[in-house]
């Protein structure tokens, strides 16, 4: 069955402290992983795509890395504005998107 | 780009009724989708359409539930006879369409209560 599973659900951090995000997949014909950030009450806001194992994206303090079967999302000396949810997608065959369930990120200041 | 559009943002209504959704996807993408979001979980893949054509519908949208894209540009979906278990947020996507591996561009979403 395809599958994306997030982890942790939740995640905690101080200001600083840096930490990674993970999504595992189980999903057919992998054309794309996505990593999405949503803010409540919004749309998901579109961060990177990876495309194949080895491939890595940056921007600003967020680094996504990308393996056979999983992707890291680490975040860097995080801060409050970080805060959001953390979605992860992998597009499989026939172009259809699988997300996770998600990552809750809360930076106290 | 002026972005994925979503109307209405809220929409209340009682068990029972008939509503519409309205989605306007960033101008000459071909792909658009449907998903469907509750508290705490990620995207659910209802529908997606590629220019007009509805090309996949997921097993989980009922005989209720319709979706249109008559001149390939914007989408509406109909809930028909709305359950208390419909209550959601209905999230439109956009992509260019040009082969695999392309992110999706979402709105706001529409935020549906049924009383």
């Known amino acids: 069955e395809d599958q994306v599973t997030q982890s942790p659900e939740a995640l905690r951090l101080q200001e600083g402290e840096s930490s990674s995000l993970n999504c595992s997949y189980t999903?057919?014909?992998?054309?794309?992983l996505f990593w999405y950030r949503q803010d409540p009450g919004k749309g998901p806001e579109f961060l990177f795509t990876l495309y194949s194992a080895g491939e890595e994206k940056e921007k600003e303090r967020l680094k996504a890395t990308l393996t056979k079967k999983e992707s890291f999302l680490h975040i860097t000396a995080p801060k409050p504005e970080d805060s959001a949810t953390y979605l992860c997608a992998v597009e499989g065959n026939f172009n259809k998107f699988y997300f996770g369930s998600g990552t809750k990120l809360n930076v106290k200041p | 780009d002026t972005g994925v559009s979503q109307n209405p943002r809220h929409k209340i209504t009682k068990r029972g009724q008939n509503v519409t959704f309205r989605c306007d996807p960033i101008?000459?993408?071909?792909?658009l989708y449907w998903y469907r979001q509750t508290l705490g979980q990620g995207p659910e893949f209802l529908t997606y359409?590629?220019?007009?054509?509805?090309?996949?519908k997921s097993r989980l949208l009922s005989d209720r539930f319709s979706a249109e894209r008559p001149k390939g540009s914007f989408s509406t979906l109909e809930i028909q006879r709305t359950e208390q278990g419909d209550s959601a947020m209905y999230l439109c996507a956009s992509s260019p369409g040009n082969g695999g591996g392309q992110p999706q561009h979402f709105g706001d979403g529409t935020r549906l209560s049924i009383l």
């Open positions: 101008s000459e993408h071909n792909r």
């Open positions: 359409f590629q220019n007009e054509a509805q090309l996949e």
């Open positions: 999903v057919s014909g992998l054309r794309g």
